[in-house]
């Protein structure tokens, strides 16, 4: 059995808060910080000052590019 990677992006994977998720009512930002995801609503005023809000496609492809 292979082991997990422990990368910043396995221990976010690790560790999304789903519930954080369906109580802040919009789609999640895929955002990597440090070993956490971004997880805030797509509305949250926030982004564009922060970081630019990054959805799931986004990510995978990211990951996809990096593999190629």
């Given at each position: 059995m292979?082991?997990?990677n422990n990368t910043p992006l396995d221990k976010a994977l690790?560790?999304?808060d789903w519930e954080q998720v369906v109580f802040n009512?919009?789609?999640p930002c895929f955002h990597l910080e440090g070993n956490k995801f971004c997880?805030?609503?797509?509305r949250w005023a926030g982004h564009e000052v922060m970081h630019a809000y990054k959805p799931l496609?986004?990510?995978?492809?990211?990951?996809?590019n990096e593999h190629e």
């Amino acid at each position: 059995m292979q082991q997990p990677n422990n990368t910043p992006l396995d221990k976010a994977l690790e560790n999304i808060d789903w519930e954080q998720v369906v109580f802040n009512g919009g789609p999640p930002c895929f955002h990597l910080e440090g070993n956490k995801f971004c997880l805030r609503a797509e509305r949250w005023a926030g982004h564009e000052v922060m970081h630019a809000y990054k959805p799931l496609a986004e990510l995978i492809k990211d990951v996809r590019n990096e593999h190629e």
